[in-house]
């Protein structure tokens, strides 16, 4: 990863005034992947059936003691040392009071003054043709539950409220803010996607909700202080996180400039309209009065508990992409696509140690038949791992082109024929009799056929239209049913033709 601060990448808004500045910290709530919630045993697992998940404890039945889940600190662990933060071997949970009609606790149960995580930081790559890196840094990360969710649009003139969210696990991921445009927000949050996912502590699907991100926006002219934030809240999409800082920070600008202040406002983005309006004016901690849970006594961990865990980390993302880079020859972007997702990078790698050709270029040739021709096939919403093809399958095939056995277009009409079956690549070849013909007499032989046929475009090609090579090859690839080597036949239609 480059390191060096981002200069040429500087994103600004032109204002009437000069240019400004964009600041961007986020809060993401992420859904813990466990079994069961935070401080009950009802089940996680997504439900359409509303309050059938629910314990008492998650709707506050007087008398309802919380007890701690375990593995929920053990996944903030395992988050906090995947974005290389400190574990803070005692943490403690608060009562944040507020009241809604979807908490019936009248308080969350969370982690304010001590929590389980501080500090750390993530390396996000930004752009697509001119590529920078940008390190976001975390303040922290905390652990506290959900509320459950209001309904308003079941009913004509009642609302509705269910609990099955109430009291899931959720770790609030803090960072500095350290991004400054909507592109850099939005990597981030890419990439923290995908880290989460590698360690397998949240599945991150935003659409349903188990990733959400509170947005802070402000703007400044070029080295004056922060100014005012306003926080965008609960944005459940990676394209609308973009578009909310995109519209607050050129409101914000277009508000400064006309003489107007920036009140510190906690608001929400639509964006079907683009429109942002004011919920509440933000609370100071102390509306919440936080303290100590006395239900829950300080989460004491030790070393050997944060060892255990280290134990069973994954190689993180930003990892693999340096090492795809550097062993496979990769692009990086490449490397990024098949790092994306770990039933990929297994994939990956699988099909990578059962490709037994020692040839230069040939893990390369792998990644490209997987991002063009494998993903290409794949059905929207279907994993890698719930295709037919098998890794060693695709190691045949490949291994076929790569020894010049068959060629890239006769290689992809192959995969087609095995892609339900996953049957063996070499027995189509053989029983389809596909070998490729390189066998430079039969081409010759036919290359001067083709030279009798047609006189004019041989004259033409004479004459200097080289463009005209194509049209040959093609006459090539008719007369031999695809099967010609076109290596062979470039050369040979040089050497007969021209
Ligand atoms: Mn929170």
């Not at 683009?274 to 004016?281: P, S």
Request: hydrophobic share 40%; proline share 4%; aromatic share 6%.
């Amino acid at each position: 990863m480059v390191k060096k601060e981002v200069t040429k990448n500087m994103h600004r808004i032109e204002g009437k005034t000069g240019q400004w500045e964009v600041i961007v910290g986020l809060e993401v709530h992420a859904q813990i992947v466990s079994q069961s919630k935070l401080f009950s045993g009802a089940s996680t697992r997504f439900s359409r059936n509303p309050n059938t998940q629910v314990a008492l404890v998650d709707v506050a039945f007087p008398g309802m003691l919380p007890v701690l889940n375990e593995e929920c600190i053990r996944q903030g662990v395992k988050t906090g040392l995947g974005l290389q933060g400190s574990i803070q071997k005692r943490s403690v949970f608060d009562r944040k009071n507020y009241f809604y009609p979807d908490l019936p606790q009248g308080y969350q149960i969370s982690q304010f003054f001590f929590p389980l995580v501080l500090g750390g930081h993530l390396d996000v790559s930004v752009g697509k043709k001119e590529v920078y890196s940008r390190r976001v840094n975390l303040e922290r990360i905390h652990l506290e539950q959900d509320a459950g969710k209001s309904v308003h649009d079941l009913f004509p003139h009642k609302s509705a409220v269910d609990l099955n969210r109430s009291g899931i696990a959720l770790m609030e991921i803090v960072t500095k803010p350290d991004m400054r445009s909507a592109e850099e927000a939005m990597a981030f949050v890419r990439s923290l996607r995908i880290l989460l996912r590698h360690l397998g502590t949240c599945d991150a699907n935003m659409e349903e909700g188990s990733m959400r991100a509170d947005v802070n926006v402000s703007v400044r002219k070029e080295g004056a202080p922060l100014g005012t934030r306003v926080e965008l809240k609960n944005i459940n999409s990676i394209k609308f996180i973009g578009q909310a800082i995109e519209a607050e920070s050129q409101r914000q600008v277009e508000a400064l400039e006309d003489g107007q202040n920036i009140a510190q406002n906690t608001c929400m983005f639509n964006p079907k309209t683009g429109d942002i309006t004011v919920m509440r004016a933000k609370e100071d901690e102390v509306d919440y009065r936080y303290f100590p849970d006395p239900d829950i006594p300080p989460v004491e961990i030790d070393d050997s508990f944060i060892n255990a865990v280290k134990e069973e980390m994954p190689e993180l993302p930003n990892a693999m992409v340096a090492r795809f880079c550097k062993d496979y020859a990769l692009e990086r972007y490449e490397a990024e696509i098949l790092s994306e997702d770990k039933d990929v990078s297994r994939f990956f790698e699988q099909a990578i140690l059962a490709l037994k050709v020692q040839k230069e270029g040939a893990a390369r040739e792998m990644a490209l038949w997987i991002i063009g021709e494998v993903f290409a096939r794949m059905s929207e919403g279907v994993s890698i791992t719930g295709i037919a093809l098998t890794p060693e399958r695709l190691a045949q095939l490949v291994a076929l082109v790569l020894n010049g056995i068959v060629s890239r277009a006769i290689g992809k009409s192959i995969l087609d024929k095995i892609w339900q079956s996953n049957t063996n690549p070499e027995e189509i070849v053989k029983s389809e009799g596909l070998e490729q013909i390189s066998d430079e007499e039969t081409l010759r032989a036919w290359v001067k056929e083709i030279e009798q046929q047609h006189p004019k475009e041989v004259a033409a090609y004479r004459d200097g239209k080289v463009k005209l090579q194509g049209f040959f090859v093609g006459q090539m690839m008719k007369k031999s049913g695809g099967k010609a080597n076109p290596q062979v036949v470039n050369a040979i239609i040089k050497e007969v033709i021209g």
